[in-house]
């Protein structure tokens, strides 16, 4: 089956599905709707309580989300929550399969069941709002429509009053919102009840052991929201900060975001259902995209935050034509695809974040890097050179120069593109029309406009976009295939000069929080272990290989220095043979915070790649090969910690070992504290 194999309203034709919904007269504030999943396990339920709409969200009869009120405030019209009936609900239901052009597994199944209901105001001039929920077997996605109507037009949103009230007692992981540092924070693990107010995605455990995240989908010309605990364990949808006296401003008809609700057993099961977030997507938009590549790229990057180059011109300047070109050679000698470039073009001299990047110039290199040798060079030895647009975030700027940016990134014949916003939450500038200065928000509307209309221009010319101080991934990679990475979170430059550093538990903290919304470009692979000054990095070699694994990302930097990978080449084979694509993934174990352990097959390809993080408590980890299939051998290779490795000894101590593993055999690993391990599996001849 493919893309429309099943889809069906129930019983009505779809073209009579506008009819049906046509007007409130049946509107009644005594009725629950209710559908559930296609394995009958996940119920979400919609009624009213005092006249106000009230959703549940039920699983084997078990309160999930126990009854949560629904609502906006509308500038200019009031609130929106009040003196409220529901219509009648059309039913509709969809079994669909599809192919990623690359990801983290290739073959998609989005199935589900779909219930859409008017929510129609009882006074006044009886305003109506639909809501859609689609309930999977693994969660359930749900959003507002606001239908064309005489009497809600011009639709401006102060905020949006969706809650969650988490019904069994638990406990979270969980980032701030609203703070300077946008996403970049340690996760705070803390009671529900004692969260403040939160980016999604956010993880919660409760006490019987089962997993819920919270998050969104398909957020487009809309406020991401942020999550604010009211009391208990009862959050609210806070949508994030705006220029203007409200936060978001459509005109009817459209859609919101998908709110989402990922239900799982434990925290393999939560990573697995994440799926949920592209399935609320949009299918692909941009046609033939086989001209996105998924890569592995080196960089004139990390020396930067060594202090050992600078961005800037002058003596220790980076981006030089003959330091480029070394990287250049080394990533040829070495079959990397990529060299990623910072610091070529012109305005990173001086203060550039204190003056929020008005010089940038995104078309104009330093007289010290020549970009026609440079591409051409590259091109003769086959490796691609990734672009950089940093911006300071200074969107309005970088929104004027785009054009002729990524028209010559495209004359060079440059796939992809880093963006950069790096400002202090609420310093996205842009001019408004007579040039004053306006000041928006990373993750507000105005943002994830910018953002939208970069990844449509870049698509233009055939290049993709990998954006650091982001929007948050809500899964728009699938609408817009280009869109093929971004940071939002703690990357491994914080390794460098971090105040604190990451510490051992933030990768398994990431994979069952940052990552359930998407791909991020973790920059790992410092086999040196040391950062700016000497400091020591809390991590252990092998952990440095695994986290090709384990953190995904399609565009994969290996961010060492090139003499460092030289001093490790037992490392670097690892590292040089890990692919970035993939046809299958595998969750084998993991608890938030404490551990993950992956398993991934080459897309295409007969071989696997295992990596497992831990904490900073040593662990024993069985890996069990059932993943595998049954009748074959394979010559597996581990480098995993030595004996007296781990962050408090040994951080270099490192163990490879190979043997013959099938779909029976169990393998016994240990993870030192900090540490980890990765594997190649082989087809045995």
Not at 543 to 552: G, K, S, T
Request: hydrophobic share 40%; with cysteine; charged share 25%.
């Amino acid at each position: 089956m493919r893309v429309g194999d099943i889809a069906r309203a129930g019983g009505l034709p779809f073209a009579a599905l506008a009819t049906a919904l046509a007007g409130p007269a049946a509107a009644r504030d005594d009725v629950t709707h209710q559908i559930c999943s296609p394995n009958e396990r996940i119920c979400f339920s919609l009624t009213t309580v005092d006249e106000i709409p009230t959703y549940s969200v039920s699983r084997d009869g078990k309160p999930v989300i126990a009854p949560s009120r629904l609502g906006f405030m509308l500038r200019g019209d009031g609130k929106f929550e009040h003196s409220t009936a529901l219509g009648e609900a059309v039913r509709s239901e969809a079994d669909r399969h599809w192919e990623q052009p690359w990801g983290e597994s290739r073959q998609m199944r989005e199935h589900y069941r779909e219930i859409r209901v008017p929510i129609v105001e009882l006074i006044g001039g009886k305003r109506r709002v639909d809501l859609i929920a689609r309930v999977f077997d693994t969660g359930v996605g749900f959003r507002f429509a606001f239908p064309d109507q005489p009497q809600l037009t011009d639709v401006r949103i102060d905020e949006e009053l969706t809650e969650f009230n988490i019904a069994d007692e638990a406990e979270a992981w969980w980032i701030p919102a609203g703070e300077w540092n946008r996403y970049e924070y340690l996760y705070n693990r803390t009671p529900a009840n004692q969260v403040g107010t939160a980016h999604s995605p956010i993880s919660f455990r409760t006490k019987d052991g089962l997993h819920i995240a919270i998050h969104e989908a398909a957020l487009v010309d809309y406020a991401a929201f942020w999550l604010q605990r009211i009391d208990g364990q009862r959050f609210r949808t806070r949508l994030s900060n705006s220029s203007e006296p409200w936060k978001v401003r459509r005109t009817a008809p459209f859609e919101t975001p998908w709110r989402t609700i990922i239900i799982a057993d434990d925290a393999p099961g939560l990573y697995a259902a994440s799926d949920i977030i592209l399935n609320l997507n949009e299918p692909n938009k941009l046609g033939d995209v086989s001209w996105v590549k998924p890569l592995k790229y080196i960089g004139i990057w990390w020396a930067m935050h060594l202090d050992q180059a600078s961005w800037n011109s002058g003596p220790k300047h980076g981006a030089t034509t003959e330091n480029t070109i070394k990287y250049i050679d080394f990533a040829a000698k070495h079959g990397f695809d990529a060299v990623l470039v910072e610091g070529w073009n012109v305005g990173w001299d001086g203060n550039w974040i204190g003056d929020h990047g008005r010089n940038f110039e995104f078309a104009k290199p330093y007289p010290d890097f020549d970009m026609d040798k440079v591409a051409a060079y590259a091109k003769k030895k086959g490796i691609a050179i990734m672009g950089h647009h940093e911006t300071a975030g200074n969107s309005g700027r970088y929104a004027d120069q785009m054009e002729a940016a990524f028209d010559y990134y495209a004359r060079y014949g440059v796939p992809a593109v880093k963006t950069g916003y790096v400002a202090d939450a609420g310093g996205v500038l842009h001019q408004d029309a007579e040039g004053n200065d306006i000041w928006d928000w990373h993750d507000g509307q105005w943002q994830a406009r910018h953002h939208l209309a970069v990844v449509e221009a870049a698509a233009k010319r055939h290049i993709a976009v990998n954006a650091h101080e982001p929007i948050k991934d809500t899964g728009l990679r699938r609408t817009y295939p280009n869109w093929v990475s971004r940071e939002g979170a703690r990357g491994m430059e914080y390794q460098a000069w971090g105040d604190p550093p990451n510490p051992p538990e933030h990768e398994p903290n990431l994979v069952f929080t940052r990552m359930l919304s998407g791909p991020m470009d973790f920059t790992p692979g410092i086999v040196s272990l040391t950062g700016k000054g000497g400091r020591r990095i809390p991590s252990t070699l092998a952990r440095q290989l695994a986290n090709f694994v384990v953190i995904y990302s399609p565009v994969q930097m290996a961010a060492d220095l090139p003499e460092h990978y030289d001093a490790h080449p037992e490392a670097f084979a690892f590292i040089k043979a890990v692919p970035a694509d993939w046809e299958v993934t595998r969750v084998l174990g993991g608890e938030i915070g404490d551990y993950a352990v992956f398993a991934r097959q080459r897309r295409g390809g007969q071989d696997w790649y295992l990596g497992g993080v831990t904490d900073e408590q040593a662990r024993d980890f069985i890996i069990d090969f059932a993943f595998l299939p049954q009748g074959k051998s394979y010559r597996a290779k581990i480098w995993r910690d030595g004996t007296g490795g781990g962050i408090g000894g040994d951080r270099f101590a490192m163990t490879v070992e190979t043997k013959t593993v099938t779909a029976a055999t169990k393998w016994p690993v240990r993870m030192e504290a900090g540490g980890g391990f990765a594997m190649t599996l082989v087809p045995a001849r």
